[in-house]
C-alpha cells in the first residue's frame, strides 16, 4: 500500500504533461523493466549493497535506451536519485491502471461456484458498462462462492446474488404472506 502511495506521486506529473499515446509507451516500457524484476539475477543487482546507485540507474537506462525518450530517462534517474528504483514494477501497474481509468476502461471479476460461460461473462460485462458508463471487462474465477459475485474493485462495485440469500428471501415472503 506504501509503494501505491509513492507511485501516484510520480504518475500524477506524468499524466499532467503527457499525452495519451506518450502515457501509453512509458505504461508499456516501465511493464518490460518490470518483468526484469521477476529475475532473481536482476534483483541480486538492484538490491546489492556493493553495486552503486549510478551502475544500478546505468543498468534501468540501459534497458530503456531503445526508446530514445527524456521523459523515460528523467524518471529513471529521478527514481534512482531517491532510492527508488525497486519502485518501478508498482509504479508500471499504478500508470496502467491511472490510464485506464481516464479512459473508463475497467477490469473486474466474477466468482461462482458453477461455471459460467464466455457469452454470459460478455453479457454481464457489457450490461454493467451500460449502467455505470464505462468499458468493462470481466474474468471468471471458479470459487465456493454459492451464487455469483461480480467485482469491479476501481469502480467500487460488488453485485452479489446468493442462493441461500434468495431462500431466506423466498422463506421471509411466504411467512409474511401467511
Known amino acids: 500500500m506504501q509503494y501505491e502511495l509513492i507511485a501516484k506521486r510520480y504518475i500524477q506529473p506524468l499524466m499532467e504533461s503527457c499525452d495519451q499515446a506518450s502515457l501509453e509507451n512509458l505504461a508499456e516500457l516501465l511493464s518490460i523493466v518490470a518483468k526484469a524484476y521477476d529475475d532473481q539475477k536482476f534483483n541480486a543487482i538492484m538490491n546489492s549493497n556493493d ?5 544500478k540507474c546505468q543498468l534501468v537506462l540501459d534497458m530503456v535506451a531503445p526508446a530514445n525518450s527524456s521523459t523515460v530517462n528523467n524518471l529513471i534517474k529521478l527514481l534512482a536519485e531517491n532510492g527508488r528504483l525497486p519502485l518501478i514494477p508498482v509504479l508500471a501497474s499504478e500508470l496502467k491502471r491511472s490510464i485506464a481509468i481516464s479512459k473508463r476502461m475497467y477490469k473486474g471479476r466474477i466468482y461462482s ?11 454481464i460485462a ?11 471487462t470481466l474474468d471468471y474465477v471458479p470459487s465456493d462462492y454459492d451464487g455469483i459475485r461480480v467485482e469491479v474493485d476501481d ?13 431466506a428471501q423466498i422463506i421471509e415472503h411466504i411467512l409474511k404472506a401467511i
Do not use: H, M, P, W
Not at 51 to 55: D, L
Not at 126 to 136: N, S
Not at 155 to 167: A, G, M, T
Open 51 to 55: 553495486v552503486s546507485a549510478t551502475a
Open 113 to 123: 461456484n458453477s461455471a459460467v460461460d464466455q457469452a454470459s461473462v460478455e453479457l
Open 126 to 136: 457489457r450490461d454493467l458498462g451500460t449502467k455505470t458508463g464505462a468499458t468493462i
Open 155 to 167: 469502480l467500487n462495485v460488488e453485485i452479489n446474488f446468493s442462493k441461500s440469500r434468495l431462500n
